[in-house]
């Protein structure tokens, strides 16, 4: 099936898909929801598989080249060039791709040197003892099938900004053969945990421990190609691995590994695949803006549609009742109610002196989560003071809700983990998490003022204008 390529990509995860009216090419960027098709304008909403969605990279080497690019590499290497009985065998090899959110606490002593206003008293060295914690976004790929020597363990990047497309059976090229998955997504975490507590052991703290750990890893599978070009004659074996995107040579085996096949694990094959609907009001059957957005009100019946599945509904969507100025931008957050039993400690860490009883987190997207911390903590602890009502009106001040209330609630929680360790607090993954009582999404607006967005409710929050786009 024929797929648009164009030239120029921005970096990112991207895919191509067809659109169900038309058969028209559809190109979605990361961070997808809603796509209108460029010919016959039709809105569509791409919906998620509750498993791991697999993803296919088409190769860009045939044979002819491969063979091309073995010869010149062996020709460097100033060793004979292949003959007529290279034996040449095309697969996908499946790869776990892993995003996340990665918390790192270092614990580190600094000297201070301190003089004293007397010249001729003499300096004093004093050691300070300071704990460093920040998050950050996290990426991975992870060999996902049976072990072959030269084939990578991960394929790096590449996968943020290589074109992929959905894996299904007609997207598969008739030539390769496709490698069964044989590591289980739970398995592939435990090794990748295990690996960032080795980077934190290698970090000496000066006191105390270093901690490093992943949160709300989401699981994709993406399947790359690969060529093995083999040959057995007088000059002895050889295999060669060619990296079927870029055409490059991979690894050169002058040895012959056979492995025992009775040994072969059970493919685990329970990944997903995406599909796609209209992007219209169920209520009324009116298209609705093609914003991406999780959360959208129809502009005809008003109704409200969330297309975030197995979620907490949310009945209204609030805003200020001090809305700003029609230049102001509404920012959408999302609340999340304490339950009883656990707001008397998480309220000392976000409610502050106002006894806040709610966790409230960016409902839109940041790049920078340690920037979105420190907002979500400001507008946590300024919730009470937030007058609001339930919104019938979505004009274009309104911020697309970029961020599901499942995501959010994945923040809040990173967030109260890291305040309680900040504050030198008992801290477990399970301590950390709660459920709420009550989740509610509401617009605050904010102006621009020099570099910053401020509130215009109480006029003391403010963030950088460069963490939106």
Known sequence: MATTIQKNRKSGFYIGVTCPGCGGDLELEDNFFVIRCKHC????RIVMPDVPPAYLIQPKTDVRAARFSVDRYLKRQSLPLTDSNLQIKQVYYPYWKIDA?????????????????DQYQDAVTMNVDRTEVNLT?????????????????SIGMRAEYIRMIPYSEEHLDDD???????????????????????????????????????????????????LFLESYGHHGYSRFIVDAVSGRVLEHETEMHVSDSSAE???????????????????????????????YICRNCLALTSIE????????????????????????????????????????????????????????????????????????SAMPRFDLNVSEDWDRRFVSVSVSSTEGLAYAT?????????????????????????????????????YFYVDSVINSITFEKTLVS
């Open 176 to 226: 390769y053969d496709v490698i069964a998955v044989i590591k289980e997504w739970e398995d592939v975490t435990k090794v990748l945990t295990g690996n960032l507590d080795t980077i934190g052991e290698i970090d000496i703290a000066s006191f105390g421990t270093n901690r490093t750990e992943l949160f709300h890893p989401v699981a994709s599978l993406v399947f790359f190609p690969f």
């Open 265 to 295: 694990p059970i493919p685990y094959t329970n990944f997903g695949s995406l599909t796609v609907e209209p992007h219209r009001c169920k209520t009324c059957g009116e298209d609705l803006p093609t914003e991406q957005s999780f959360i």
């Open 41 to 44: 304008r039709t809105g569509h």
């Open 414 to 450: 990173i967030c109260i983990f890291r305040e309680e360790t900040a504050k030198g607090m008992p801290t477990n993954r399970e301590r950390s998490d709660f459920t709420p009582s009550e989740v509610s999404l509401f617009f605050a607006p904010f102006h621009p003022e020099n």
């Open 101 to 117: 959110v990665l918390f790192r606490q270092r614990n580190k002593r600094h000297e201070r040197v301190v003089v004293e206003a």
């Open 309 to 380: 599945r197995g979620a907490q509904p949310i009945q209204n969507v609030n805003v200020t009742v001090k809305d700003g100025t029609s230049e102001d931008m509404l920012f959408p957050f999302w609340a999340f109610k304490l339950p009883s039993h656990d707001a008397e400690r998480l309220r000392a860490l976000f409610g502050g002196t106002l006894a806040s009883d709610y966790i409230v987190v960016p409902a839109f997207r940041m790049p920078n989560y340690d920037a979105m911390y420190r907002l979500g903590k400001r507008m946590s």
């Open 137 to 153: 976004p996290y990426t991975a790929t992870v060999a996902a099938g049976i072990h072959f020597d030269g084939v990578p363990d």
